[in-house]
């Protein structure tokens, strides 16, 4: 019978890492994410876990803490083939060579000013591995089974988080398995809402926000609200998004706030190279959009 093993996003929100293991020895990791945040769990991506190669490696989505590991599993040799979206693919060869190109700051620096344990201090992995992981995804349409390994098959589901994000219904050993990723919310402005999943023998499910409700306020009366004040006051409005998703919600809430005459027209600005990249990816898959977004471009 398959076997699962937890080796990130368990005890903590970051690194996540679902290992299959079939009865017949086939190996697939659901998601490579790398550990973020507080040191002792970035240190956790300098251990070895895998526990020797991998038949297949499938992504959930594109945000780094669960793809953030995949160059350094390239780069050592232990991955046979990685499937995801090609949505994922695309932001993914977006955000794994910034990734990388972090890494080699950070190790820059630590040499430069001496604070490394390690002489000399080496980054995680390199830009020439991310575009090797890069070039290794495979991707394939939603709504469509493909066997991943011998016995283990997948068919990805929109889960509405970024684009090209999704669920997993994975089967093997006679067993049919759901792992969520990171999912999107219901009747949120720019994509489309999750799909609804089937019943399953085993569900691992995504739980960050599990233990709050959201606000009842709209996201654009929020935002509405927020500009207006911001303009009462002569500016600026400053709002820290992440590079992917969240910037473009914003971008498409004050486009239709504008359109709609409910905040005038002022300057807007996204300091970010990551995000104007990222924006145009969105545009590039309408079927994944809601309908309000599909409406506005109509128009």
Known sequence: MATLTFLGAAGTVTGSRHLLTTAAGKRVLIDAGLFQGRRELRDRNWAPWTGGKLDAVVLTHAHVDHTGYLPRLVGQDLVGRVLC?????????????????????????ANERGYSKHDPALPLYTAAQAELAVAMLEDVPFDRAVEVAPGVSVTFRRAGHIVGSAFLEMR?????????????????????DPDVP????????????GDRRHPEEAPADQLAREVHTAIARGGPLLIPAFAVGRTQELLFLWRKLEHDARIPEVPLFVDSPLATDATPIYLRYPYEQSAAVRDLLAR
């Not at 090609?86 to 993914?92: H, I, N």
């Not at 089937?198 to 926000?209: I, K, Q």
């Open 85 to 109: 979206t090609e949505g994922t693919r695309d932001v993914a060869a977006l955000l794994l060579p910034d990734s990388a190109h972090l890494q080699e700051e950070d190790a820059r620096i």
């Open 172 to 192: 093997a050993d006679g067993k049919r398995l759901l792992f969520s990723g990171d999912l999107g919310r219901y009747g949120t402005p720019l994509l489309a």
């Open 198 to 209: 089937e019943p399953a023998d085993a569900l691992v499910l995504e739980c960050t926000y």
